[in-house]
C-alpha cells in the first residue's frame, strides 16, 4: 500500500513561484499513475496535473504553462513546480496515486496549504 506525504507549501507573491514534492512510500509508488488535486475553500477539488509512470503528463486548464508535474521513480517522489503562481492558485493541494482499473483515486496525501498573496 503506498502512503503519500506533501510538502513544500508556503505564502508567496503573485507572480512567485513554489515546488511541492510527495514523498511515496511502498514499492508500487512506480507504476501508479499520480495526481495533483487542489480545493480552495467552497470550491470542489480540482485536478490540478496528472504523471503516468512513464512520464505522460496532462494539465487542467488553468494551470497549463505554468505548472509543471514530474517523478522520479527511483527516489519515490512526485513534483509540483508552480510558477507565475496568482492569488486563484491558493488552495490545498494533494497528491493522490489514481487507480486504472476503478478509475479513481485510491490513496491520498493530507495535503499542503499554498497561498497566493495579491
Known amino acids: 500500500q503506498v502512503q503519500l506525504v506533501e510538502s513544500g507549501g508556503g505564502l508567496v507573491q503573485a507572480g512567485g513561484t513554489l515546488k511541492l514534492s510527495c514523498a511515496a512510500s511502498?514499492?508500487?509508488?512506480?507504476?501508479?499513475?499520480m495526481h495533483w488535486y487542489r480545493q480552495a475553500p467552497g470550491k470542489q477539488r480540482e485536478l490540478v496535473a496528472a504523471i503516468t509512470s512513464g512520464g505522460v503528463t496532462n494539465y487542467g486548464d488553468s494551470v497549463k504553462g505554468r505548472f509543471t508535474v514530474s517523478r522520479d521513480n527511483a527516489k519515490n517522489t512526485l513534483s509540483l513546480q508552480m510558477n507565475s503562481l496568482k492569488p486563484e492558485d491558493t488552495a490545498v493541494y494533494y497528491c493522490a496515486a489514481y487507480d486504472l482499473l476503478t478509475k479513481r483515486p485510491v490513496v491520498w496525501g493530507r495535503g499542503t496549504q499554498v497561498t497566493v498573496s495579491s
Open positions: 511502498g514499492s508500487a509508488f512506480k507504476i501508479m499513475v
